[in-house]
């Protein structure tokens, strides 16, 4: 879409070397947009290592509207060196201005003849010299181009490098904020703002997906989190690592993924909220322990955050190819729910789901999502400050019943649960297949029973998840159907769409869960559709597999991305025309 | 802090003076013991409830996790709380529970093959954490359950199911193991020695850390080498030796040496903080006792503002 209005959103970049601080000055311009009441996305590509390669930050913003996703097509692109003339040659049209750091080398001709874009040189080093700054405020002097050039607000940009470097010292912040305005005087006399933004009220929250889901857990009472590092839930390991002064709960840094999830099953047992997060690689080392909270009925939650694989893959690269393994983790008859939240309001609102389905129906719960959604930046409506956390429920009252029994039939296939320390609760909880009390069966009978109660709370629980939704208008030409993070460009393409005539019209079914598949639903919302694609970021379509094994319907047409990187805005509308 | 915690508690817990404590026969469950007979298994068994009812722990404090062997089929014939965990994860679970609530006494009772094989990575990370928690290794030198297949702690050279040619690779030295990575407390019991290891027991449960007390015993099925007048010929008492357990030199001596293997308290510090201690300032009250019903979240939001 070329259409650009310079009074609603830009979309803006900037490119480096790891080290560079690009990734500082996106979430800063994602920051200062935030503040001057605009919604922003901030999307970053990083390689997986710590020095050198090629490092992104990009910034979608609007004054009108949610920005949830990256586009392709950029108002304005930040290099810090010439490799970004090559790698982003796609994304300069010529509308797109380029800044372009003319100490890390001179643009060959032919190199600015290909460039579609208008390009601008400033010398970021010798600026930096002549002002006795160090090399290292490069990324300040980066940010007051961007915010000057953008038209952002001046007085609010250095409010908000105050407020990110509150930890820094004195001197350290005096530099960055006069890098900043090095950056920003730059250009003043010479151009004027790309755009004008309004100035808005600034009620949001600028927050990962990683800390959407911490604070989603602080609001459900999280007491323990164990883990063991793996992009992309890091981000969480360190936001609740940093909780534990603020609130009563206990993070620990486990030896490996075995034991981070048997920690939490244990800190759960003895009846404390816990939660683990993961990647797949890691995952995989946690399956048979998803498996064991399953048949003991022990609650978990875990942060399942896909990246490229298979094995080792590409660690910092997104994906969503771990549906299919985590819908069948665990041997035997496994039972779990999989929640699958998109935007910053659903990883925040499911992971309190989470914790409450977890506790009341004793299973396996998983907010399956992706690095594009935990590592990208998202505003996010305040949500209150004063949670108050669901009653427990299914709980074992001491006195209660005289008879205790641990695994009970019932009818919803939930029994009260006891924790060690309650008086009268005495019991086995058990990873072999048990009889009611928790002792290890082999009774054919017993068995059956066990087996059969474990699957009907699957049942009991449905009413409680949310419901499959429609993205854009009832009717449309073509029903996308996207789970998880590619909601996200689903909503964007929408938004832009609306009031276009160039393209077809489109919609989308948002799955906000997949397990226990919401059948009926789905298939009321499918009935309206005139084509339908699925859009997934595997190779093998996982959720059409998913949706042919619990629907009978066979959706032919795919929209599939499997090479790491996020589906853009640009992509599904070049699919749809 | 932020805001005003409520304090509610979400489990009804019990006030500690009506609490009763283990007796012989209530801490028996109603199903007897499956084991061979002659299995060590049975005097870790009766020890383990002796030193409990001695040491009148109330019968809602205790848990025991069990790791999957012959050994964890002791979760169906007590009368506890009990977890009864997967193969080699017993340890990771007790950290959770411990930590989730460290008001209980936290006891792990599991085979050599369980916690020096498949769960040795627990094992380190109990250790090194110093957890306070209570683990009983039933060290038969095999895995009995799966049919007598060789074990870490099988004879070097020792002809078995899975190593029919002998076994290959050295023994594993679990006491200098637990040396290396720093248990408070470390002891070796024998089964035929059952006061004795009653007494270890007890002393491992009221020690302040990780005590790891491998338990020599038997397997009258699969394991025809190491019998009691195997057994005579090498052990002795430390207790008869005056052995101070305070020197860990001297412990890392008593550990090297292969041809006698000393029973009792090897290595004890007593000066030892658990990891739980370390964690929490106020020890009067558990995580669990610190749930509230509303959660103030304004100083988090502030943060992403």
Known sequence: METKNPNTSFNWKIAGKAGDGVMVTAKLVAKIAKRQ??????????????????????????????????????????????????????????????????????????????????????????????????????????????????????????KTIESEFSDKSKSLVNDNIKAFNLGFEYFSTRFKPMFSLPIGKDEKLLLTGNEAVGLGALAAGVQFYSAYPMTPTSGLLHYMAGKQKQYPLV????????????????????GARAMTGTSGGGFALMVESVSFSSVAEIPLVILMGQRTGPATGLPTWTAQGDLSFVLSAGHGDTQRVILTPGTAEEHFELTK??????????????????????????????????????????????????????????????????VPGQLGGMSLTNSYEHDQHGFATEDAQEVKDQVEKRARKLKALASLLPK???????????????????????????????????????????????????????LSLVKNAKKLVIIEANQTAQLSKLIAQETGLLIKDKLLRYDGRPFYVEDILEYAK | MVGHFMLKIFWSMPNKNYMPCFDQTTIKSSIAPTWCPGCGDFMIFSSLQKALVELQTPKEEVVLVYGIGCSGNMADFNATYGLHALHGRAIANAIGIKLANHKLKVIVIAGDGDLYGEGLNHLVAGMRGNHDLTVLVHDNARYSLTTGQTAPTTQAGTKTKSTPTGAIEQTFNPIMTAL?????????????????????????????????????????????????????????????????ASNKAEAWTLAMTETKLPLGIIYQDKTSVAYHEKVFKQLDLSLIDRQTNTVELSSALEELS
């Open chain 1, 37 to 158: 009441g605009l919604s922003a996305f901030n999307y970053l590509e990083y390689p997986s290592l710590i020095k050198g390669g090629h490092q992104t930050g990009q910034v979608l913003a609007k004054s009108v509207g949610e920005a949830t996703c990256q586009k392709r097509v950029l108002d304005l692109l930040v290099l810090f060196n010439l490799k970004g003339f090559q790698e982003h040659a796609l994304e300069i049209s010529d509308h797109t201005l380029v800044v372009h750091n003319s100490d890390a080398g001179k643009l060959s001709v032919e190199a600015a003849k290909k460039c579609t874009g208008r390009v601008l040189e400033l010398p970021f080093l010798q600026l930096l010299r002549e002002n006795q700054l160090n090399f290292l405020a490069a990324n300040m002097l980066a940010l007051g181009v961007s915010v000057y050039l953008l038209g952002l607000e001046h007085k609010l940009s250095l």
């Open chain 1, 251 to 270: 993070v620990k840094h486990a030896e490996d993924e075995i034991g981070a999830i048997n920690h939490v099953l244990g800190a759960s047992y003895a």
């Open chain 1, 353 to 418: 789901l989470a914790f409450d389905l977890a506790e009341e129906f004793q299973l396996p719960v998983f907010i399956l999502s992706d690095k594009l959604a935990l590592e990208s930046y998202h505003t996010m409506i305040k949500p209150e400050g004063a949670q108050v956390l669901s009653e427990k429920k299914s709980v074992f009252k001491s006195d209660s019943t005289k008879n205790y029994l641990r695994y009970l039939v019932t009818e919803s296939g939930v029994s009260p649960r006891s």
């Open chain 1, 468 to 522: 499959p939704y429609l993205i854009g208008p009832a009717r449309a030409d073509i029903t996308f159907i996207s789970w998880g993070s590619t909601g996200l460009v689903m909503r964007e393409v929408i938004d832009q769409l609306s009031g276009s005539n160039n393209y077809p019209t489109i919609n989308a079914i948002q799955l906000p869960f997949v397990w226990p598949f919401p059948t009926q639903e789905f």
């Open chain 2, 180 to 244: 290396t990575f720093g248990a408070s407390f470390v002891a070796r019991g024998y089964t035929a020695q059952p006061v004795e290891l009653t007494q270890l027991i007890k002393a491992g449960i009221t020690h302040h850390g990780f005590a790891l007390l491998d338990i020599f015993q038997l397997c009258p099925t699969f394991n025809k080498e190491q019998t009691h007048p195997w057994f005579a010929e090498r052990v002795y008492n430390l207790q008869t030796e005056k052995h101070d």
